[in-house]
């Protein structure tokens, strides 16, 4: 069952009520501000299939792991996102029958509306009630990028008859996570208090002391009698009125949610209190209006236009929106969760996806600040990724961080990827590497970027073992990111990433010992990092084994990959895809398919280091036997197929990628949407057809416009101008909008763009 | 913490009482008889640390199984051997204070006693209550091997003043499994009876249906006060008398024990109660001298015997006992599990284990028709067998055996383990191949043996996959015994047997159609095998790919083994010992050690097929890098150390499989005793230093007798005749006892001896 969604360029639109899209909904219109996010649960209350979730960025709890054999190693604790406090919640009550779309005899004029451009949810129906009541409702909510411990509803009610309407706003602090491992509960409410029209709960979590207090204010359009509610753990306060036929009633609920990640434990509820109050002074509008303008702002320096496919046009702006209310780069503990606040499967907040796949975007589209407190939060879990090698027997400050976190320590159970699929430690690095090609902020190295890098380069100096067979260092028992291969010898991508970053470390010493010779002295007596150590990695990468095969040409993606059955992927039988789904695991691990870019990846990311021929060659064997079977797959192999102009297929993975959550092609959305992947659109976009490439340190652009688009926009951030990139069907302009004065190269053609100077390059006749 | 156990020839001693230890001597002590089996437990209450156990054959539970992160192919769940109601116990008070040794305030005069030749568990103390009073206790208990549902227990009570003595005998069946994984009950009691001096109740497990009925039949030796106790599923009869100082009274508990596996379910409680009541007619005293006559007739071709070391008499008679006791061969749905009745640990009943290790045994100490048994298990098996390769893709007729079970379907969860430690079906037709040259039973292959040799070929030829690159038949993706190594690919040994297999099961086609054409037209239409796929076969097993390392002259574990950094696990550090307790997993299997004999393993099944020269090689080359850290290792190590006369270090292999458990080696017999691994004991010392070889069909004897032992004697059971075999310092005596004529070389020397004759071969002179 696909999502009916209506295409349109700035909203997700869905004009029919059905139940069974419920799950769906609730996640493709999820909303958030980098600092919380929800679900798109309804107010009132809803007894069908629902997720109903409302998470905190930064909360988390160490739920007790399940594992079938235990092995040395594993951590006793996955850190799982928490479903946090309801404070959507609006029971409604007509003549005594609550409002519940799961019950109602009928529901029509159904329309959902996201406007992604202002960051506002809204939500229309009637219902007819079984008493024969018809209810109007029109239901906006935000969660205010503005103060982004803000939430606001406006909740409008008509009745078709005159009738008793109790309508009772409540925050609730009794939740539960679905994926709790042992079906516990992770929070204990505290406190809670009602006041007229006012309600706080203050909870903690059983672990970790996280406490949280959510307070509304409410504001009803007219006169009611009032009534306060203590339920445990979900105060209310309750509006009774006798309705007049047709006239409408607003209900307006103010909400401020505060954790202990900001405020004292003791103060919290006080605080709560007082800023929902201070919001219904505000009031609604004033909100309204001030969250729309710092969205139009977000989106000024983020927005793709993409002209003569709204379709597309949609997809990329969705995916946009979510990496934009996912995080805002404030505050360097927060980072993109796979699934953000759309829903908690994989747990954790962090995966290798934020460096490999989000990065880019951030770099692009935002301040370089939100970049850099990436980084920094990596700089921050160094001790625990030190602790973590440690753990794996590990010395000297060798660094391995995790496959999964939320506060640095590892959270993952299956022993071929959290302790095997260690090439994470690359992506790490290579952040650090390209934020600082980005933004020329090579003092950043002294900032924590070098302790990272010696950290990953300690591991994998560690991590390689010398082969007498090979006379070569080998790196034996890893999981690359093709997952459909699990403790194999010398993946090609992993020894690739290694012998990069040992390099690259060894570099960036050499760097900062020219440039910054006091930090220089500093970090090498904090670091204990001497000359010697230096020469061991250069050694060790000098000296990495690749398989390579001479009849091919290729790099091979492990040792012993040409000892598989190779047939490719179109040859399946349909029925048995996905594999994942049909085949049993060591089918899996013995067919020559490969779930995401694994040696496409390292070139992917090292584009000056791979010839085109060579990337030809190596894209003609992967590609066909890949079978993407991760969300964040298809975005590499499209920027690939741009470079080798291979235009249909480029735009058939790109559909694969950009549409993914919005037409829900893995059946999975109504856990959440793959918004790490949205990172991964971007750059099939940018990369792909708008044809930006960072080759030798330089920026160029060879873009290819797919058919039946006009025009394609996007902005970007590099090393401190701001840069508007337009490609139509003539050629490609370039307009530098503000700040440094930026060279590149278009179709070939060297340029030199002063801040305010524009220029504009033809296509070449193809 | 040792166990505290006295050296004697025939007992297990243990003459100190300490808590710390009552777990330990709970499985080290424990009986049983094939049909049932319990821990040493205490009869009386005790409140300090124990596991409470008493386990029946064939009954088990599908305990919903937990994995961290499910895998298609995962079976639902995991049969567990079930903790079953408890009929030993019985209440004691004195003057109202309940006897229990974790409170008594002093425990002397404490003996254990186990007599493995009469299979009798006797136990006594004196111990002092808080009210002063001392009592004397002596407890016997049988479990009848004469009838395998009847137990009985003498529990005599002596205080050292008057007292108010309650003595209250009960069957409980309210237990747990310790094992379970989700915290559940498997068993739900269902009624309960008492009647004078009697009780009976009967259970139903939760899932699958199985009846427990157990009845008890007292007798006191006194005259006492009666009445009955009815507490909820435990069902108990209380006497209450007056005691005498200094006199002794004496309770007998007869016990019957019936399960749904042999009886109706709604007569189970009556025929348990009748059974009950006609053993108490029987009397203790008859019941035991049965009982220990049938003892000493199982010893009478099974025990052996070693003189001048009463350490290594009682060691390989512990050994022995353990096997005797778990399985007897009578019912063709038991097998050996790895704990036998001494613990929960693994659950299941059916590893490899069997075929490889415990086999081996039975076919040379008992009766043919146990071993045959053990075959008829694995046929009757064969239906999920199939099932479970076709839940794995393989198709026609197919079969992979599991990896751990109890009713045939496959019990494991992971994917390692369950879909890649696929050699377990090498072992399974091994043991056809072994049970007919011990027993000559051809016609075995007719009633069954053949189905499951071509079930099991038929898996290899699907498994093995075509490497263009090496130009043979590649096994991807495998583990092979050497459980530190996983997904591998062409490990030797699994390719080996798959080579074998499939080789033997075309040579077993050809002799069923030479011998039995009948049968062989029978077999080809029920089987729907073919000439066609005889070939296939062949044509597999003779391209099959084997990693081989030509300067080293040794078949390498799997491909790329000699990447590895090799060094002898005696250069570990001590403290890194055991490797499974200290490194990561990672670390392990990149790692050149060796969990337990992997490619030896293939050259002792096969001695005919390698040469003493090529076996020194390897064994130089892989066992300096064994770490011997499962039970099943160091026996074939023994075995392979005496062929090549390396005899220091024979020995010390023999005494790390030998005491394994009665010194506690591996600190885990708390949980239960390694029973399978107790079959390779025994083949350390016929294989080992009796110096018994099958090779080319032909029996040989080249033993070698231990330092300090002055005569090693065992009986054989080979192809219809009795052998004793008996080796001093001088030479080597071989005695046909009874059957058939038996050819043999002793020392190089022919020998053909008719039953009732017996020869004599001095050593060479070395």
Redesign the interface.
Known sequence: MKPQILIHPWKIIQDQWDPLQQRMAESLFAIGNGRMGQRANHEEDYSGETLQGSYIAGLYYPDK?????W???YPDYFAKVLNSSNFIGIHVRIDGELLDLATATVVSEFRRELDMQHGLLTRTFTATLSNGIQVEVIATRLLSIVSDDMAAVAYQLRTDQDAQVEIEPYVDANVINEDANWESTFWEPLSQRTDKEHAVVQSKTKRLNFHLAVAMQCQLSCDAEGQSGDKAGCPSWTYTYQSTANKAVILHKYVAVLSSLNAPIDDLSQLASTQAIAAAKQGFDAIKKAHQAAWMGKWATADIVIEGDDSAQQAIRFNIFHLLQTFTGVDPRLNIGPKGFTGEKYGGSTYWDTEAYCLPFYLASSDISVAKNLLNYRFNHLPQAIANAE???FKKGAALYPMVTMNGEECH????IT??EVHRNGAIAYAIYNYIRHSQDWHHLTEGGLDVLTGIARFWAQRV??????KSY?M??VTGPNEYE????NNYYTNFMAQWSLNYAAECWSWVESHEPDAYDRLRKDLLCDGDELTIWKSVASKMYFPYDKTLGIYLQQ??F?????EPASALDPKDRPI????????I??SCYIKQADTLQGMFFFEDKTSLDSLKKHFDYYEPLTVHESSLSPCVHTVLACRLNYREQAMSLYEKTARLDLDDSNNEVHEGLHVTAMGGTWMSLVYGFGGMKILNDGLQFDPQLPEGWTRLTFPLNWRGALLTVSIDRDGVTIDNQKGNRVACHVHGQAFDLAAGQSIHQQHPVS
Chains 1, 2 share one sequence.
């Open positions: 792991t399940k594992v079938g054999w092995k040395n190693g753990k794996l027997g159970n299956e022993w071929e302790f095997e073992s010398w082969s007498k067979a090979k080998v034996l028992g699990n403790n194999v010898n040792d012993g040409l000892d598989k059955v190779i994942n789904q049909n085949w049993s695991w060591d089918r691990l013995r």
